[in-house]
T-cell receptor
Framework: GDSVTQMEGPVTLSEEAFLTINCTYTATGYPSLFWYVQYPGEGLQLLLKATKADDKGSNKGFEATYRKETTSFHLEKGSVQVSDSAVYFCALSDKQGAQKLVFGQGTRLTINP | ETGVTQSPTHLIKTRGQQVTLRCSSQSGHNTVSWYQQALGQGPQFIFQYYREEENGRGNFPPRFSGLQFPNYSSELNVNALELDDSALYLC??????????????FGEGSRLTVL
C-alpha cells in the first residue's frame, strides 16, 4: 500500500539556519502531497501542498517540490525562526475514493535562539 | 483557529470498557474523518463519513465504529478497549471537492489512556 517515509528526528537548529526535512513516498498512482505542521498545544494544520509532478508548494517561507522521478517532497526553509519549532508531517492523498491521508512518522524540529 | 472541536480532551478507561469521542466539524464541512495517532507516530486513518454514511475505512477492526449526524457533528465509538488503543484520536473535517482534496482541518484531539 501507499506509504510515506520522513527523515528521523529530532532536528535541532539555530535561528536563521537552513532547514531541510526529507520525505519520500511510495504510491501506486499519482497522489497529492502535503506537509502538515503540529505546533505545541495545537491541532495539525496544513502548511503546503502540491497536486502534480514539478508543482512547488509554498507558505510562510517554507517550500517543497513534487519530484516524481525521485518520489520525494522535501521541505525546505532558508532561515528558520524560533516560532517554527513544531512537529512536521509529510503526507499523501490518493485521488480516488475517500479523502484518506497517509502520514509519515513526523519530524520534531526545535529552533534555538 | 480551525473551528473543529473535540471532546473530551483527555480520558482514562480500563481494558474492556467502551468509549465515545465527539467532534464538531468546521462550519460548512460535510465530510469528517477520524485518525489515531500513537505516541511518536503519524496519524493513521480510521474512517471517513460523508452525508452520514461511511465512505472509506482504514485497517481498523469493527469494534471501531462511527456516526455522523445531520448537523455534520460526529462520534467515534470504540468497544472492548485494549491497551494498544491508548492514543490521541483526531477528528478532521473537509469539503468534498476535488480542488480541496486532502486539505483537512483537524481538531486538537482526544487523548485516550487505557489501563
Amino acid at each position: 500500500g501507499d506509504s510515506v517515509t520522513q527523515m528521523e528526528g529530532p532536528v535541532t537548529l539555530s535561528e536563521e539556519a537552513f532547514l531541510t526535512i526529507n520525505c519520500t513516498y511510495t504510491a501506486t498512482g499519482y497522489p497529492s502531497l502535503f506537509w502538515y505542521v503540529q505546533y505545541p498545544g495545537e491541532g495539525l494544520q496544513l502548511l503546503l501542498k502540491a497536486t502534480k509532478a514539478d508543482d512547488k508548494g509554498s507558505n510562510k517561507g517554507f517550500e517543497a517540490t513534487y519530484r516524481k522521478e525521485t518520489t520525494s517532497f522535501h521541505l525546505e526553509k532558508g532561515s528558520v525562526q524560533v516560532s517554527d519549532s513544531a512537529v512536521y508531517f509529510c503526507a499523501l492523498s490518493d485521488k480516488q475514493g475517500a479523502q484518506k491521508l497517509v502520514f509519515g512518522q513526523g519530524t520534531r524540529l526545535t529552533i534555538n535562539p | 483557529e480551525t473551528g473543529v472541536t473535540q471532546s473530551p480532551t483527555h480520558l482514562i478507561k480500563t481494558r474492556g470498557q467502551q468509549v465515545t469521542l465527539r467532534c464538531s466539524s468546521q462550519s460548512g464541512h460535510n465530510t469528517v474523518s477520524w485518525y489515531q495517532q500513537a505516541l511518536g507516530q503519524g496519524p493513521q486513518f480510521i474512517f471517513q463519513y460523508y452525508r452520514e454514511e461511511e465512505n472509506g475505512r482504514g485497517n481498523f477492526p469493527p469494534r471501531f465504529s462511527g456516526l455522523q449526524f445531520p448537523n455534520y457533528s460526529s462520534e467515534l465509538n470504540v468497544n472492548a478497549l485494549e491497551l494498544d488503543d491508548s492514543a490521541l484520536y483526531l477528528c478532521a473535517s473537509s469539503l468534498p471537492g476535488q480542488g480541496t482534496r486532502g486539505e483537512l482541518f483537524f481538531g486538537e484531539g482526544s487523548r485516550l489512556t487505557v489501563l
